[in-house]
């Protein structure tokens, strides 16, 4: 029993003493590996018994996960990482800055910095790009925008060059010949204000009508003192092209481009009548026969009473101032002087003076001596007695 106990007693203290807690640890210091027995659990700990240095800047990460490297590590198969810091180029708006991080990602690079990304904001390489050493990044971040378009205020974040590009990025591209305040080629206003006028240009056909003139002409087919028209006017056409520009529904010029005669106007050719027709009539107790009839308005004068400052015994013709005698206009006498007439009411005459007239009415002054003077103020039917002359004024002024 005693050797027993005796035997025993070596097995007792063994299991009693100590057992060893060492396990392999490897270390991925970026291309290389290190591996070494350690019963630390402390990553610093561990990092420093492999010799390797540590920069303050440098991360630590313990099976995929950044830890603290002063903190134990909880896990039963453990490997370190070292993330080594590198040097980076960051390109913004305000300029050039060089930076320092041990990120894994350009966005994680940003994000450190405090820099928050927005989908609208330009970013080369992209956020999920792994970080090299000596990366250019080129951040440019997205400005809020109020864009005044269609009646509205549309908010949009943009980070492009120039406002066309912010439009089109947003979703509110010009079209056509839109525009915009300020320009599509100008970069992103301070103010972050746009405007984008919306224009149509829409073509007009116009046309105008060309009017035709008369034309008189002779006529031994038709009476005188009647017209016919020989050809009838036709009138002319033009077209034209008139461009009419409308922004945001609103005319704001018209121009013409183009015009064209369509047809030249046709002129109306009008016959006045050289025909004599010889008529007789009973006037007054009168039969008279006369070529011509027509509708005046009838004053009376004398030598004393013609309304001039003196008396004027005498006509244009030289024969005295009596009945009998008819003053016309210039005209009516240098085509008719001496032509016989008879005047309703009035009597045979002959023409002889020149008077003044009455505006817009064919007139006749009736003579008269002072001892007999009557005064005439009405409408009367003068007849031109025959022979009818060889030519005469066939359109009556």
């Not at 490997?79 to 913004?92: D, K, M, P, S, Y």
């Not at 919306?198 to 008189?216: A, C, D």
């Amino acid at each position: 029993m005693k050797r027993f106990l005796w035997l025993a007693l070596p097995l007792i203290l063994l299991a009693c003493q100590p057992q060893s807690s060492a396990a392999t640890i490897h270390i991925l210091d970026g291309e290389n590996l290190i591996s070494l027995q350690t019963d630390s659990r402390i990553p610093a700990e561990i990092i420093a018994k492999a010799e390797i240095a540590l920069a303050p800047a440098d991360r630590v990460l313990v099976n995929g996960q950044v830890v603290d490297a002063a903190t134990p590590m909880d896990c039963g198969k453990c490997a370190i990482q070292i993330r080594r810091v590198t040097t980076l180029t960051l390109v913004t708006p305000d300029g050039e800055q060089t930076i320092q991080t041990a990120a894994f990602t350009v966005g994680e690079a940003l994000e450190e910095m405090g820099i928050q990304l927005y989908a609208a904001d330009f970013l080369d390489p992209p956020a999920g790009t792994p970080v090299t050493d000596k990366m250019k990044i080129d951040y440019r971040p997205a400005r809020e925008l109020s864009v005044s378009v269609d009646g509205q205020i549309v908010q949009i974040r943009s980070s492009a060059g120039t406002v066309g590009a912010a439009l089109s990025g947003s979703g509110i591209p010009l079209v056509g010949l839109d525009a915009s305040q300020p320009s599509e080629s100008d970069p992103l206003p301070v103010d972050g204000q746009i405007r984008i006028i919306r224009i149509i240009e829409t073509v007009e056909l116009i046309q105008k009508m060309i009017p035709f003139s008369t034309e008189y002409v002779a006529s031994n087919e038709v009476e005188i003192d009647q017209q016919e028209i020989l050809q009838p006017g036709e009138t002319g056409l033009t077209m034209s092209r008139v461009r009419v520009r409308y922004e945001d529904g609103k005319e704001v010029s018209r121009e013409s481009e183009e015009e064209r005669t369509v047809r030249q106007p046709t002129n109306q050719i009008v016959g006045y009548g050289t025909k004599y027709a010889i008529r007789t009539a009973n006037v007054g107790g009168a039969t008279i026969e006369y070529w011509r009839a027509i509708q005046v308005y009838a004053t009376s004068y004398s030598p004393c009473n013609s309304g001039a400052d003196r008396c004027y015994p005498s006509t244009a013709s030289g024969v005295p101032v009596q009945k009998g005698v008819i003053g016309v206009i210039r005209s009516w006498y240098n085509a008719m002087q001496g032509q016989a007439v008879y005047v309703e009411g009035y009597g045979f005459a002959t023409i002889e003076d020149i008077g003044a007239g009455i505006e817009g009415k064919d007139w006749i002054d009736l003579g008269y001596t002072d001892a007999d003077y009557q005064v005439w103020h009405h409408w009367v039917t003068l007849y031109f007695l025959t022979p009818a002359p060889a030519n005469t004024m066939w359109v009556l002024e």
